[in-house]
């Protein structure tokens, strides 16, 4: 199940993230602190099923609490107020956030013992990659 994210995961790259933020409408000063930021992310299991997602680094940690197919109120690392969703999809986590009539998925999976997130928003993808610490 989900028990392979489980971990910490350190960022070693992230590719188009700029323009990703972009398509959010994030602000150019956020992008700036964005793109310089290099967050591990977390994810554990509670005794209960609940899954913990964390992202953590010097600039801002931000964590959300769910249990998969349950929809959630998220605030984001960029401030956005969303309405989401977790699933498991063929062995990738997808993240569904939606706002203001907009929608970004975030595909999270485990290639080549990498986790691969990528983050949708329209056409634009951005890839960030992390390996366990």
């Known amino acids: 199940m989900v028990d392979k994210f489980v971990g910490t995961w350190k960022m070693i790259s992230s590719e188009n993230f700029d323009d990703y933020m972009k398509a959010l409408g994030v602000?150019?000063?956020?992008r700036q602190v964005g793109n310089r930021t290099k967050p591990n992310f977390v994810m554990s299991v509670d005794d209960q099923g609940a899954i913990c997602m964390k992202s953590q680094s010097a600039f801002k940690t931000t964590e959300v609490k769910f249990k998969l197919n349950e929809p959630f109120e998220e605030t984001t690392a960029d401030d956005r107020k969303t309405r989401t969703v977790?699933?498991?999809?063929n062995d990738k986590l997808v993240q569904k956030q939606s706002w203001d009539g907009k929608e970004t998925l975030i595909e999270r999976e485990?290639?080549?013992g990498k986790?691969?997130?990528?983050c949708i928003m329209g056409d634009?993808?951005?890839?960030?990659?992390?390996v366990k610490e």
């Open 110 to 112: 485990i290639s080549d």
């Open 115 to 118: 986790l691969v997130a990528k």
């Open 27 to 30: 602000g150019f000063a956020t």
């Open 124 to 130: 634009v993808v951005a890839v960030r990659t992390y």
């Open 86 to 89: 977790v699933s498991l999809d």
